[in-house]
């Protein structure tokens, strides 16, 4: 291993150790008696979301296995959180990166991959992304990262820090410390193959739920089984659902999945704001509504427990789109009937 390698890998694990682990706070939901609701706060890492620990995984997997080296361009498809994360550490090691995003990405994304110094690649629409990166790699002599066929292989899932063994070390002076449901979204699906296999490596009483939002095929994959499943549409919820079953999504290590309607995610991203004071993205919306659809359940059964699930990123990047009045009536539509079911008991 050549000594900028060396240099590369270190600059990365010296990030992971000047950075704290992220907070796992406890919701106020009085009604739930019983049943608490945890949200792991992942948009405090550096880079403000999730996507800052697989990003890093990321680069680890591509150094160690000698896909980067000091002149190659890393070129991502990513609908922004995972782009703004690998810029970030592209600059970092100093190797140029280019991000392929649909044009409907976030401006605030945009605006931060180009702080971390990266290029910007515009195709129409989400199922362009992969075959766009494929062939810009190619042109330029770049590495395309990947991140949708790597992630679930370039987590250490055992622990390590992972985010699977974080949040139940975080849980273990809690009145119910077993989780007795981890719910979670799906971009790539490495975050739910590395929650569902380390429930399983670790013989954990707990079930993993992962919610899908609408124009995605992975809930109509896992119920059907069929991995060849495709769409022409993208998913309104950024950062999750796919047109595509992705290499990463791992149906084996699920319980159950949810499809939730935009609307709800929407309603429920709001409502968490008026919860807490906090804006969140519009995937915690997703996250969030199917945990608060596993505690209703839980409750209808008499059955007391805990239940975590995530806060991806904030809300202050969404500023001029979910929290847009305007546009999410254009975009998404009513969502009214959610919000008062959530008002009301989650019904």
């Not at 703004?84 to 592209?90: M, W």
């Not at 990262?145 to 987590?155: G, H, I, K």
């Not at 449901?181 to 013989?203: E, F």
């Not at 997703?286 to 659809?293: D, F, H, K, S, Y």
Request: with cysteine; aromatic share 10%; proline share 4%.
């Amino acid at each position: 291993m050549n000594n900028w390698v060396t240099d590369a890998l270190g600059k990365i694990n010296a990030d992971a150790h000047r950075s704290a682990d992220t907070h796992l706070f406890k919701l106020p939901l009085p009604r739930l008696e019983g049943v608490d609701i945890y949200l792991k706060d992942e948009s405090t890492h550096p880079t403000g979301s999730l996507k800052h620990r697989l990003a890093r995984s990321l680069f680890l997997y591509a150094l160690c296995n000698g896909r980067i080296k000091q002149d190659t361009t890393v070129v991502e498809a990513s609908s922004g959180s995972t782009a703004v994360s690998e810029a970030y550490f592209a600059r970092m090691i100093g190797v140029p990166f280019t991000a392929v995003l649909p044009k409907s990405t976030a401006r605030s994304k945009i605006k931060l991959i180009e702080f971390y110094g990266g290029q910007i690649h515009f195709v129409d629409s989400a199922p362009q992304m992969h075959d766009a990166s494929v062939t810009l790699a190619k042109e330029i002599g770049g590495y395309f990262m990947d991140q949708f066929t790597y992630a679930e292989r370039a987590t250490d899932w055992r622990g390590n820090n992972n985010i699977a063994e974080s949040l139940f070390t975080q849980m273990e002076h809690e009145p119910h410390p077993i989780p007795a449901r981890l719910v979670m979204s799906a971009g790539t699906g490495g975050t739910s193959a590395t929650l569902g296999r380390y429930i399983r490596y670790k013989g954990y009483d707990t079930a993993l739920t992962v919610v899908d939002p609408e124009n995605s095929v992975f809930y109509d994959s896992y119920m059907s089984g069929d991995r060849s499943l495709t769409s022409d549409m993208s998913s309104r919820i950024e950062g999750i659902g796919r047109p595509k079953v992705e290499h990463s999504f791992q149906p084996g290590v699920i319980d159950d999945m949810i499809r939730v309607p935009d609307a709800a995610s929407i309603a429920t991203m709001l409502w968490l704001e008026k919860l807490i004071g906090r804006k969140a993205g519009p995937s915690t919306g997703t996250n969030l509504w199917g945990a608060l659809q596993m505690a209703k359940d839980m409750k209808e059964a008499k059955r007391d427990g805990s239940i975590v699930t995530l806060l991806c990123d904030s809300g202050e990047r969404y500023l001029d789109s979910y929290y847009n009045p305007d546009w999410v009536k254009e975009c998404i539509g009513d969502y009214q009937d959610y919000s008062a079911r959530l008002d009301t008991g989650f019904s």
